[in-house]
């Protein structure tokens, strides 16, 4: 009961922040029209004309192996969104312990499993919840297919889920300012998501772009869209698991009890 009470409690924290809330859905969403209205809008003007034609394969296909464009972006942008909330998770926790609200919590008789399981079981669930409304409306609004079966899409999101927050908890971990720590993880939300070539599609990001969360993802969501199986993406939820679990072990280590509230 007290990990529920926990995990509640830190996901009414989030959710009562409505203009953050409506912020992360509604930013991937409108970025997501207007990807589609300028190839929307580009194909119609090149239409007759061959003179252009190579033009609109580049700006249609935009070097991708998988699907079509509002695939790709539509994996991409979801995959930097649910780290990006991750981030605001991570510094609401850095909040609470500038706040003393950490303080609060070690004084009644709770073992520090609970407390961080608790904490990270409510920003998780946020973070789910989110996730899983973005991809409802990007199905409905833009036709994005994400696969023939949606417990894998749920399973992939349960992964990415798990390592956004886990990075989130280990940054918040490593500072005790909330702002501080918001500008280091937005740099590094933006240097993985271009790394991972969610900008940007480029051959040369191949390489480093394995060391980046994004990939990982965004990866196994464009294998589900092309049709395939649980089996296809196994790596990269093996691999999402060994990263989430590594920081997680990391963050655990660093918030000893007599730190939370330093």
Not at 111 to 127: F, P, R, T, Y
Not at 180 to 197: D, K, L, N, Q
Request: proline share 1%.
């Amino acid at each position: 009961m007290v990990l529920i009470r926990l995990a509640v409690k830190n996901a009414k924290a989030i959710l009562s922040n409505y203009l953050i809330i409506a912020f992360i859905i509604l930013m991937p969403i409108m970025q997501l029209y207007m990807i589609k209205l300028i190839t929307d809008n580009a194909a119609a003007a090149a239409a007759g004309m061959d003179a252009y034609q190579g033009f609109v394969d580049i700006v249609l296909t935009s070097k991708v192996n998988y699907g079509n464009l509002m695939e790709v972006y539509s994996s991409g942008i979801l995959v930097q969104f649910i780290l990006l909330t991750g981030m605001i998770a991570g510094s609401m926790m850095i909040t609470e312990r500038e706040q003393k609200t950490m303080l609060r919590l070690c004084s009644v008789p709770i073992s520090k499993l609970k407390l961080l399981s608790g904490m990270l079981l409510g920003h998780s669930a946020v973070l789910f919840i989110i996730t899983s409304v973005i991809i409802l409306i990007t199905r409905v609004a833009f036709d994005v297919s994400w696969g023939s079966s949606w417990i894998n899409v749920l399973l992939v999101t349960v992964f990415a889920v798990f390592s956004a927050a886990a990075m989130a908890f280990l940054i918040s971990g490593l500072f005790r300012s909330s702002k501080v720590a918001g500008g280091v993880m937005s740099m590094v939300v933006i240097g993985m998501t271009f790394m991972s070539g969610g900008i940007i599609q480029s051959d040369s990001l191949d390489v480093v772009s394995n060391f980046t969360i994004n990939k990982w993802i965004s990866e196994a969501y464009l294998s589900l869209m092309q049709g395939n199986g649980l089996e296809s993406i196994a790596v990269n939820l093996l691999v999402l698991a060994a990263i989430g679990g590594t920081m997680m072990l990391i963050a655990s280590m660093i918030y000893r009890r007599e730190n939370l509230y330093e």
